[in-house]
T-cell receptor
Framework: SQQGEEDPQALSIQEGENATMNCSYKTSINNLQWYRQNSGRGLVHLILIRSNEREKHSGRLRVTLDTSKKSSSLLITASRAADTASYFCARDNQAGTALIFGKGTTLSVSS | GAVVSQHPSRVICKSGTSVKIECRSLDFQATTMFWYRQFPKQSLMLMATSNEGSKATYEQGVEKDKFLINHASLTLSTLTVTSAHPEDSSFYIC????????????FGPGTRLTVT
């Protein structure tokens, strides 16, 4: 399968805590993207990090990329109940013509 | 950000009938659009890449005669599920982006297909 692996598959935390999700992949990439999906809805883009970047921030989100380990992580700080959703990493395929999604992490934040 | 719409949001059809799903980019032109399928609590599986003015590129294992894709304009791609069967029931999502896969993709809200 071309899909990357994400861990954990599910994560339950309390409001105010930080949530860290990891993504690994097998082939070289041009960029890696993180998306969020609320149940039964479309996906919303969160952050894109290019292969020559190591870290990127957007509000309470922090994404790191380690191309030597072929892995990325998404950190959500000071989580809120509204952060409850599934989070997916996506990388471009080797031809650079499509996005391949990881299996996703389901985050549940309780108040 | 850019907006991608999908229609219908939900559809129920009988086995053997065909269903058409539309994906529109509302405020940008998209020479390429992508169609995904998602089963409950699973990730998105890329089905095909829709190319404006040319044939779609299908992923391995996706039947091109069953999932017909037409990308007749720079803002519209359609996916037609032909001779639908209950196993085709799924959540279908399209995406597009003005910069292709090297930039963020904008996703439609998805279409829930139920085949009875």
């Amino acid at each position: 399968s071309q899909q990357g692996e994400e861990d954990p598959q599910a994560l339950s935390i309390q409001e105010g805590e930080n949530a860290t999700m990891n993504c690994s992949y097998k082939t070289s990439i041009n960029n890696l993207q993180w998306y969020r999906q609320n149940s039964g809805r479309g996906l919303v883009h969160l952050i894109l990090i290019r292969s020559n970047e190591r870290e990127k921030h957007s509000g309470r989100l922090r994404v790191t990329l380690d191309t030597s380990k072929k892995s990325s992580s998404l950190l959500i700080t000071a989580s809120r109940a509204a952060d409850t959703a599934s989070y997916f990493c996506a990388r471009d395929n080797q031809a650079g013509t499509a996005l391949i999604f990881g299996k996703g992490t389901t985050l549940s934040v309780s108040s | 950000g850019a907006v991608v719409s999908q229609h219908p949001s939900r559809v129920i059809c009988k086995s053997g009938t065909s269903v058409k799903i539309e994906c529109r980019s509302l405020d940008f032109q998209a020479t390429t659009m992508f169609w995904y399928r998602q089963f409950p609590k699973q990730s998105l599986m890329l089905m095909a890449t829709s190319n404006e003015g040319s044939k779609a590129t299908y992923e391995q294992g996706v039947e091109k005669d069953k999932f017909l894709i037409n990308h007749a304009s720079l803002t519209l791609s359609t996916l037609t599920v032909t001779s639908a069967h209950p196993e085709d029931s799924s959540f279908y999502i399209c995406s597009a982006g003005p910069g292709g896969v090297f930039y963020e993709q904008y996703f439609g809200p998805g279409t829930r297909l139920t085949v009875t």
